[in-house]
């Protein structure tokens, strides 16, 4: 998602001069909405009663915009800690953007992002890779976000929710994908920040304001499971951590000693003997970032793991026997067969797997059988 999108959607909540806390602003219909923590306005004990002329809401311009009304009640604010802004509109409407709105992310696929302001700092900032933990079952439509614990605490302060409180509001978004998808605001840091977890309220609560005539369409999370856009971002976290000191550790540990038997006694029927160590390891890196991404991403989505599945075992029932008179015959039956496999992949799973995926497995699927028994290179009979 391109962050200048993102910082659009920030808004920074005063009273008077005083910054109180992070938002979502938005423009819907005629209007320029904010979405919030409801304890931002009405204290953490909701004992509070905001009087609006004094609040405003800067956004990503630095424009303050007078807080209207409170669209939600202070019930509905104490049960759910959720808030919806209607502001004065001081700038163009044109200038903002709306979100998707989507239920809790629960698909471990999703990477999280959020962008709010500390309340001790001058500027907002973005803080990414934070994946769904669970749900909160006592308190409804609040869920939990892990995030590096590192980043809840700075070199003063112990505890982070002594010094990040102005984050409360921040808006959660889908990081690893090319739309601006809402899924919430922070409300809560538990724990002082001890538990590398981040608490949140799903934008779903707001379905109870349907009676206000605020009825935001609310997306399924579900529905993103098989949408391709996801994975580009993943893939290249993948593809960051297999470098050349991985592919090391994995030749020299003895439980991958057959797989490397099998290599080395295969590639010098289709190398020359210079070629023979650049593909040794091009071979190992591929098989390293089809096991990753297939661990990391298909593991966790049980409906795309069974499409592939059921897609390989079929075709792994094939005979896969090259037969060369020469090391360039060799190669060409090699491709021949990672093409051929790679438009099977296509053409079964295609449709909800980007072209990039079915790359990498096709790729993966050959520097399997190379390092298996599967593949045969054989003298042209």
């Known amino acids: 998602m391109n962050i200048s999108n993102l910082n659009v959607t920030t808004g920074l909540i005063h009273i008077a001069d005083r910054f109180i806390g992070s938002s979502v602003i938005f423009p819907w219909k005629e209007d320029l909405l904010c979405l919030t923590a409801s304890h931002n306005l009405f204290g953490k ?32 604010a104490k049960l759910h800690d959720i808030i919806v802004l209607k502001l004065d509109c001081k700038s163009s409407l044109g200038s903002f953007s709306c979100p998707i709105f989507c239920t809790i992310p629960k698909n471990p696929t999703h990477s999280l992002m959020f962008r709010g302001r500390y309340e001790s700092s001058t500027s907002s900032v973005t803080h990414k890779k934070l994946c769904f933990n669970s749900v909160c079952e006592r308190i409804d439509h609040h869920f939990l976000c892990s995030i590096d614990r590192s ?46 977890q981040i608490q949140f309220v799903s934008v779903s609560a707001l379905s109870a304001l349907k009676p206000l005539g605020i009825e935001l369409p609310i997306m399924d999370s579900e529905e993103l499971n098989f949408d391709p856009n996801l994975s580009k971002s993943s893939l290249d976290a993948i593809f960051d951590t297999i470098d050349e000191n991985a592919i090391t550790e994995w030749e020299n540990n003895d439980i991958n000693k057959p797989q490397l038997i099998y290599i080395n006694s295969k590639l010098p029927n289709v190398y020359a003997e210079d070629q023979l160590e650049i593909n040794k390891r091009l071979i190992i890196k591929k098989l390293l970032l089809g096991k990753a991404y297939i661990t990391a991403e298909l593991s966790n989505n049980e409906q795309l793991f069974t499409l592939y599945k059921n897609a390989y075992k079929v075709y792994d029932l094939e005979d896969k026997n090259i037969y060369a008179d020469n090391k360039s015959e060799a190669r060409l039956g090699v491709t021949n067969i990672k093409n051929e496999y790679e438009n099977y992949l296509s053409e079964c799973i295609g449709t909800v797997f980007s072209a990039s995926d079915v790359k990498l497995l096709a790729f993966y699927g050959i520097s399997e059988w190379i390092a298996d028994c599967s593949l045969s290179i054989l003298a042209n009979e």
């Open 45 to 76: 004990k909701f004992d509070q009663s905001p009087t609006l002329q004094n609040w405003n809401v800067v956004d990503h311009t630095g424009v303050a915009h007078p807080i209207l009304e409170l669209l939600g009640d202070h019930d509905f």
């Open 151 to 196: 980043l809840l605490t700075n070199n003063t302060y112990s505890s982070g929710s002594d010094w990040l409180g102005g984050w409360s509001g921040s808006g959660l978004f889908i990081e690893n994908h090319k739309k601006l998808i809402c899924a919430g605001v922070i409300v809560e840091i538990p724990n002082k920040g001890d538990d590398g």
